[in-house]
């Protein structure tokens, strides 16, 4: 085993310790008790109304044993974190494990096994977004519209930054559908609130010339030459029949 992984002989190496100081306490407590059994000594301790009187070994004895209950409520907390930490390390590590195989079997095209995959992981992975997004892909390939627009949803309920790419790809697959004027409305909400990217403009124009909307698409020529996203030449294929009509 290696440094990283940790000692396999650190909690003997622990135990060891504590009894090491537990035997040293008791063997100091007995030197001490021996030292003063003829003069014990008288300790008062008075806090508000209360008066505690005891003699000195006893009141040593009493701070030894709360030392060692305090240490061992320390101890007992520290292994419950550390319990805790690795509990989510382990589901974080099946979360990763599942993204791959849900990416994998999209690839293949298991897509209900892709959508499941996906979605388990989903509360987990390093971005749950980018799961639902992905198991909305896999959804739409199956027909589930429903199950479809659940995945976008969750994507933009636990990351509301990426709205954008969820409306993208939901545009995506309406296009795929032939719903290219369902399609170009998604876009053009998601414009309104001005948060349309590159791959949304780039969508529209296309949408806006496949449905013979010449003036729409002129007035995105601007934006789309200052894409700095998209090639000159794709922008120029989008804009052709436009320059012709001029």
């Known amino acids: 085993p290696t440094a990283a992984a940790g000692h396999p002989c650190e909690p003997a190496r622990e135990a060891m310790k504590d009894s090491v100081l537990t035997a040293s306490a008791l063997v100091g407590g007995g030197l001490l008790a ?19 009187e005891t003699t000195i070994p006893v009141l040593l004895l009493l701070l030894t044993g709360l030392y060692f209950l305090v240490r061992a409520i320390v101890e007992s907390l520290t292994a419950r974190r550390r319990l805790a930490t690795l509990r989510l390390e382990r589901r974080k590590r099946r979360a990763r494990d599942d993204t791959q195989r849900g990416l994998l079997d999209l690839a293949a095209g298991r897509w209900r096994s892709a959508e499941d995959l996906l979605t388990r992981a989903a509360p987990e992975a390093d971005s749950s977004a980018a799961n639902y ?4 892909r ?16 969750r994507a933009q309920e636990v990351a509301p930054a990426e709205r954008a790419a969820a409306l993208v790809t939901l545009a995506e697959m309406q296009m795929r559908r032939g719903q290219d004027t369902a399609a170009l ?6 414009d ?42 794709q922008v120029n294929e989008i804009l052709a029949q436009v320059q012709l009509e001029e």
Do not use: F
């Open 34 to 52: 021996h030292i003063v059994l003829d003069d014990p000594g008288y300790v008062a301790i008075s806090v508000g109304s209360s008066l505690l």
């Open 133 to 136: 997004l992905v198991a909305a």
């Open 138 to 153: 896999a959804a739409d390939l199956q027909d589930a519209v429903e199950r479809r627009d659940e995945w976008l949803a």
């Open 185 to 190: 409305q998604t876009l053009e909400q998601l």
């Open 192 to 233: 309104a609130s001005g948060d349309l990217n590159s791959r949304g403009l780039e969508l529209m124009a296309r949408l806006c010339q496949k449905l013979g909307r010449s003036e729409q698409l002129r007035s995105l020529g601007p934006r789309l030459r200052s894409a700095k996203e998209l090639p000159e030449t």
